[in-house]
């Protein structure tokens, strides 16, 4: 199958049919041979080191984090919706040394056991204890602390908080995504030796029969789940998942 259009690059792919199997393609994008490019924002402009960039949860804002030439350590926010307009904020130098994430106007980072939750605007910081490894999610963070447990803590809050699951497995070390579909949730999580896929369902966390997968997705309608390792990818009805 070979997609062609005048002044963009073309599309090929060899698809082999065989009875019983279901191959689809939904979207293919086709990029301009020439696109039309022009600079937005730039850390380099701002930093004398550039360390970190990317973006927030809600992929509304770019980020650039670094060192200026004053030695002071700076957040650069970029809103991608109101024109790329910039921001510029202090930020701790920890996070020079720390992955962080970014939601809701709040940087968040483990150290040493503690989540930190520090506010952009503010400046303020605060700290959620016993804290092993964390997924910030749309309306809070998923979490595993100390005593096997996972946690919903919603709106980045403890004192809003509540347990979706009691002795967590031994083996499991950390978080690596989470998808939520309706009520249930798909956690790819990092064990002692490789990832597996789990269904954490009614305070139940189910192993499903896939392991050593470097990541998922879940489609837009929330019908099907695309697992994939370093050199295949799957695709799953998620009702035949779940039954």
């Known amino acids: ?32 041979n020439n696109p039309d490019l022009s600079l937005v924002a730039s850390g380099s402009e701002k930093f004398r080191l550039n360390i970190k960039n990317g973006f927030d949860l ?34 701790p130098e920890i996070l020079s040394k720390k992955n962080f994430s970014i939601m809701n106007n709040n940087i968040l980072y483990l150290n040493k056991g503690y989540l930190n ?45 509540s347990i979706l699951l009691n002795n967590m497995p031994k083996e499991i070390n950390s978080i690596v995504k989470i998808a939520k579909k309706e009520n ?31 990541g998922f997705e879940i489609s837009p309608d929330g019908k099907k789940i695309a697992y994939f390792n370093q050199n295949e990818i799957w695709v799953e009805w998620i009702d035949n998942m779940d039954s």
């Open 184 to 214: 249930e949730y798909y956690l790819l999580l990092k064990t002692d030796k490789k990832n597996n896929l789990y269904l954490l369902k009614n305070n139940n966390l189910i192993k499903k029969n896939i392991s050593d997968i470097v």
């Open 117 to 161: 939750i520090y506010s952009i605007y503010s400046g303020k910081n605060r700290i959620i204890k016993n804290i092993k490894s964390y997924y910030p999610i749309e309306n809070g963070i998923i979490a595993i602390d100390n005593n096997r447990r996972i946690l919903f803590i919603k709106n980045a809050s403890i004192n809003n908080s």
């Open 58 to 91: 809600s992929n509304r804002y770019a980020y650039f984090f670094g060192k200026e030439k004053k030695g002071n350590f700076k957040i650069d926010l970029v809103d991608i919706k109101n024109n790329y307009k910039e921001m510029l904020f202090n930020a």
């Open 1 to 32: 199958v070979i997609i062609q259009k005048n002044g963009y690059t073309s599309w090929n792919k060899k698809i082999i049919v065989k009875s019983g199997f279901f191959t689809d393609f939904p979207s293919m994008v086709l990029l301009k």
